[in-house]
């Protein structure tokens, strides 16, 4: 929470879920960073001041189910590195850290207490091994519990909270080291986890009135848990964990391929795509295609053309790209949107030949669409589902450019109220494990657009930062060109009228 200004407090909350024997730790459900003015500069120590665990408050009730099975959606994702989203808050209205810890910090445990009733599968535990004859599950039993952390840093609130490019070591040095404090991808995709974080917030604004009273208020929509909803006639979770048992036999370890956290010198910036900036691209491919693209298609195909630009050597292991698809209203009968779990499909893109080296922006946008575009065929998204364990391995060993998070998410709409409001700014930390490009609403101001977060060496983010600008540069310059043409024609056809 800021500090007044000059204060050199930053405070951080890290929520996560427990620790357990032959289980591991289910969620690092996310980490609020609160701002103060400090300096920037080399990494400062992150001092715990307090830690304790959260219950869900009531505890559920007694016909809810206390152990999920995961589906074939969930096992895509078992192995996967972990998510790790970042909520920046920065508000004048803030308390100080001593204030802080004895007015807000009290409201903050209730709420998250309250919200946990109607997402109590967050404070469970996951099994951690597929063992023969051992079915994987999500299993709460009352008194499981979160672990909330508060912890101060006097790193620099708004040079961290930006979008130019900084150092991923001080956003890795916010988040929990130990993979038992780590988001689990195989318990829930971003729609569901999101679902909690709004949940959470609008009981949190509730409580702000006079009398401060925190309940567990039902959400508009409350988490349905059924695993019965996920049909699975091709057999595909037996496949996944038979796939998942080969591969950790044959030690295989190619997902480790995408990691650059143990590289040096790797950054994470942000670049936004306005609406003006995604109208002129998508005129331009039209152009050049005929193809009307999505504005995430446009984003997507710039960037990937961007990275590879960046890495200043095409190869066909550039050539792919790889992003989810909600699978909801995919499968008949259709999934409740409420259901609480993963329910997302692969879907692969291949990048047309071209000559030249390098990736044309228009070209590639168009291949996404088309693969977008052709997910409204019955049973399409599904078609390759059973290679889908080992084709993000072999998408991890070409490091191929994927997507986590959407702008439908919503992130930016976090608002715990009061002093909190929404955001400034969210980001996705673990893309610098997974290769993907983070994609969100653009901003909390409710300006338009698509922002896109990644993380490459310094080196090719300048490379990547130069493409752009050149992009851009290149299409407003057609822009105006094209305007004043059309100014021309303009003159002459009311010249020729006048005649």
Request: charged residues 20%; aromatic residues 10%; positive net charge.
């Given at each position: 929470m800021p500090a007044p200004r000059g204060s050199r407090n930053q405070v951080q909350v890290h929520v996560a879920g427990p620790e357990g024997g032959n289980t591991?730790?289910?969620?690092?459900?996310?980490?609020?960073?609160?701002?103060?003015?400090?300096v920037p500069g080399p990494l400062h120590p992150v001092t715990v001041l307090e830690q304790c665990r959260i219950s869900p408050s009531p505890a559920p009730a007694a016909d809810q189910p206390r152990a999920l099975p995961l589906t074939f959606f969930d096992l895509v994702f078992w192995d996967f590195p972990p998510v790790q989203r970042l909520f920046f808050y920065d508000n004048d209205d803030l308390l100080d850290v001593p204030d802080f810890q004895a007015s807000e910090l009290p409201q903050f445990k209730k709420s998250l207490a309250a919200a946990l009733h109607h997402f109590y599968p967050l404070a469970g535990k996951l099994t951690c091994e597929l063992a023969e004859g051992a079915a994987p599950e999500i299993a709460f039993s009352d008194g499981d519990s979160v672990r909330l952390t508060l912890a101060v840093s006097g790193d620099d609130f708004h040079d961290l909270a930006g979008d130019h490019a900084r150092d991923t070591a001080r956003l890795r040095h916010r988040v929990p080291r130990r993979r038992h404090l780590r988001g689990h991808h195989a318990v829930a995709d971003g729609s569901s986890y999101v679902h909690f974080m709004k949940t959470w917030a609008a009981i949190h604004r509730s409580a702000n009135n006079e009398c401060r009273k925190v309940v567990a208020v039902a959400p508009d929509v409350p988490p349905l848990f059924d695993r019965g909803v996920v049909r699975d006639d091709a057999g595909l979770r037996e496949a996944f964990v038979s796939d998942h048992r080969d591969l950790a036999a044959a030690d295989d370890s190619r997902l480790g391929d995408w990691d650059l956290s143990r590289r040096p010198g790797v950054v994470l910036a942000t670049f936004r795509f306005t609406e003006k900036q995604l109208g002129m691209l998508g005129r331009h491919v039209e152009s050049e295609t005929s193809a009307r693209c999505s504005p995430n298609a446009l984003a997507c195909g710039a960037a990937w053309?961007?990275?590879?630009?960046?890495?200043?050597?095409?190869?066909?292991?550039?050539?792919c790209f790889g992003f989810v698809t909600g699978c909801k209203p995919r499968v008949s009968p259709p999934i409740p949107a409420n259901y609480f779990g993963n329910c997302l499909g692969l879907c692969r893109v291949e990048a047309p030949k071209q000559g030249g080296g390098g990736l044309n922006a228009a070209a590639?946008?168009?291949?996404?669409?088309?693969?977008?575009?052709?997910?409204?065929?019955?049973?399409?998204?599904?078609?390759?589902?059973?290679?889908?364990?080992?084709?993000?391995?072999e998408y991890a060993s070409r490091r191929a450019v994927t997507v986590a998070g959407s702008p439908k998410l919503g992130v930016y709409a976090v608002d715990f109220g009061d002093a909190w409001g929404r955001p400034r700014k969210v980001e996705i930390a673990s893309v610098e494990r997974t290769g993907a490009l983070a994609l969100a609403e653009s901003g909390r101001d409710g300006d338009g657009g698509i922002?896109?977060?990644?993380?490459?060496?310094?080196?090719?983010?300048?490379?990547?930062?130069?493409?752009?600008?050149?992009?851009?540069a290149s299409l407003n310059g057609n822009s105006k060109t094209d305007h004043a043409a059309r100014h021309h024609v303009n003159c002459i056809t009311s010249h020729l009228l006048h005649l």
């Open positions: 591991c730790t289910m969620v690092h459900i996310f980490h609020i960073i609160m701002s103060g003015v400090m053309a961007g990275i590879v630009h960046a890495r200043g050597t095409a190869s066909s292991n550039d050539a590639v946008a168009t291949a996404i669409w088309r693969v977008i575009a052709g997910l409204v065929e019955e049973g399409r998204a599904f078609r390759d589902a059973r290679g889908w364990v080992r084709l993000v391995r922002e896109v977060g990644l993380a490459l060496p310094r080196t090719e983010m300048e490379a990547f930062r130069a493409f752009y600008r050149d992009l851009f």
